[in-house]
Every structure is written in structure tokens, then in C-alpha cells.
């Protein structure tokens, strides 16, 4: 199971957007796309995000995953987080902050926007970051790339699990962000209007 890093803030599931005064929110399944300019307003400010979450960055939007038995009826929630431009520097920018410091083991963003777990922590992997680029980042049962550092993946094939193999893309268009599912049961994205 997995557990809050020792002094990372772990907000209520249900008041992590008590901040965000202007939340649309969008269900998607079976092939359903949404996308966002770069450019829109947050969800929540960097400084909240510092405050509530301790993420080093604007949340533009929210993924919400199906709960599955493992989260105890818990949906994990995945922030899409702008780093800034700073983070396209060679030193980049540090993904988490803690009492105004930098958590440098929680990663170092690579790129402008990643995603970031919110209310859970993949203690089992290095990182519950992932860059986003050009190419999609698929979260799943998979093994791939983001799903095994967003704690998704799944090693035991009989696992039940509320997410298919790939459940949902989300990447960088020019200057959008993309988010399709692929699943049945789908995938709820907050966003602001």
C-alpha cells in the first residue's frame, strides 16, 4: 500500500479543490478527448499548490482515476502541474517544496508540464512525477514509463483493477494539452472555465 512521504502535506480527498474557485468538470471514456490551452488559468495557484500539496507550480487541470481495492475506495487524483519556463533550464526546477525548501528527491521537473500524484504517494517508485512532451504520457496497468512512476502499473496479472491496460493519454500538443481516454469506465478531469 501506499503512503504519504514523511512531511509532504497530503490533503482531504475531498476539499483539494476547496481553493479553486472556478472548477468545470469533464467525464471521459471510450475514446473521448478534451483539450486545454497552455495558457488557461489555474485550478490552483502555485502558492496554494505550495501551501496544500507542496507541488512547485501552477495545477492547470486534475485527473481522477476509478478507485481501486488497493486505495481503499480511494480515486488517485494526478495533477497536471506548469513548472514555469524555468523548468526547460538545465538545472530545472524542483517538483516539490516543503517549509519554502526544495525537495530535491521528489525530482527535478525536466520539462514545463508534468504530472504529480496528488493524494497519494508511490512510495515504491523513484518519483510520483512524469514530465509531459510531445509524446503521450499513457497512465495504466501498463508497465510503460508513467504509469510504473505514477504507482499505476500493475506486476500481478490477476489483479482486479478499475484501470485498463492503457485508461487514458494525456500529452503536449504545440500549445495545448491533450487528455483522451481509452477506457469503459473512464476518467474525470477538473479543469477551470
Request: charged residues 20%; contains cysteine; glycine residues 8%.
Amino acid at each position: 500500500m501506499n503512503t504519504p512521504e514523511a512531511g509532504m502535506p497530503q490533503p482531504d480527498n475531498k476539499r483539494f479543490l476547496d481553493n479553486a474557485p472556478r472548477v468545470e468538470t469533464h467525464k471521459l471514456c471510450n475514446g473521448q478527448r478534451l483539450e486545454f490551452y497552455q495558457d488557461v488559468p489555474p485550478i490552483i495557484s502555485k502558492s496554494d499548490a505550495i501551501a496544500e500539496q507542496g507541488i512547485n507550480g501552477d495545477i492547470l487541470a486534475v485527473i481522477e482515476l476509478p478507485p481501486d481495492d488497493d486505495a481503499h475506495g480511494k480515486a488517485k487524483r494526478i495533477a497536471i502541474v506548469d513548472f514555469g519556463p524555468g523548468a526547460e533550464d538545465p538545472e530545472g526546477v524542483p517538483v516539490a517544496l516543503l517549509h519554502d525548501e526544495p525537495v530535491w528527491y521528489m525530482g527535478v521537473a525536466s520539462n514545463r508540464f508534468g504530472l504529480f500524484g496528488m493524494n497519494y504517494s508511490p512510495t515504491t517508485h523513484l518519483s510520483p512525477y512524469v514530465p509531459l512532451t510531445d509524446k503521450p504520457a499513457v497512465l495504466g496497468t501498463n508497465s510503460e514509463h508513467a504509469s510504473y512512476f505514477m504507482g499505476l502499473s500493475v506486476n500481478d496479472p490477476t489483479a482486479e483493477s478499475s484501470l485498463s491496460l492503457a485508461h487514458v493519454s494525456i500529452e503536449v500538443i504545440e500549445d495545448r494539452i491533450v487528455i483522451e481516454d481509452s477506457s469503459e469506465l473512464g476518467t474525470t478531469v477538473y479543469t477551470a472555465y
